[in-house]
């Protein structure tokens, strides 16, 4: 389809949205890999956004958190990203993570990590756009991002002089 192949020419970051909650047989990790992620919706109150399939099983167990981690992911995270997105029975095998009080689940190494709750969410085509809203965040400047583009993980490479 010609509008997938336009859509896959942006490139965007890759966000994992994470919390641990109940799941009947004791606390785990839920994870949700979004391409979809944006900043800089508002700074009053201070929002996010991503947009979830409406297939999605991560997001109805996800969305009930009261706090989610938002680790925006790095060069170094491209088979995370992958085994976080995939249906394996413990995406989390090997990576490292951290875990608020609040619930709030990160991935070690991100450039950026953000703690938000679900400000609203409203449908939109096959997906429903969720705002988040920020209550704390961080980052690691010198860490490079992980993107999206043409249906692939990509890095940046940093400019040199010269």
């Known amino acids: 389809m010609a509008l997938r192949t336009t859509f896959a020419l942006f490139p965007t970051g890759v ?10 047989q004791g606390p785990e990790p839920v994870v949700l890999v979004a391409s979809s992620f944006q ?15 409406h297939t999605s099983t991560s997001w109805p167990k996800l ?50 990590w953000i703690e938000a709750s679900v400000h609203s969410e409203f ?8 705002l988040l809203q920020v209550q704390a965040a961080g980052t690691a400047p010198d860490t490079e991002p992980l993107v999206w583009h043409s249906s692939g993980f990509r890095t940046l490479t940093p400019k040199t002089a010269g």
């Open 15 to 24: 966000a994992a949205l994470s919390a641990v909650v109940d799941s009947g």
């Open 39 to 53: 900043v800089g919706i508002s700074l009053d109150p201070p929002l996010v956004l991503f947009a979830v399939q």
């Open 63 to 112: 969305k009930a958190a009261p706090r989610i981690g938002v680790s925006v992911l790095g060069e170094a995270h491209d088979l995370a990203a992958r085994q976080l997105a995939s249906k394996a029975t413990d995406r989390f095998a090997g990576i490292r993570t951290t875990t608020t009080d609040s619930g709030a689940h990160f991935i070690h190494g991100a450039p950026v």
């Open 123 to 130: 449908p939109a085509g096959d997906h429903d756009v969720v």
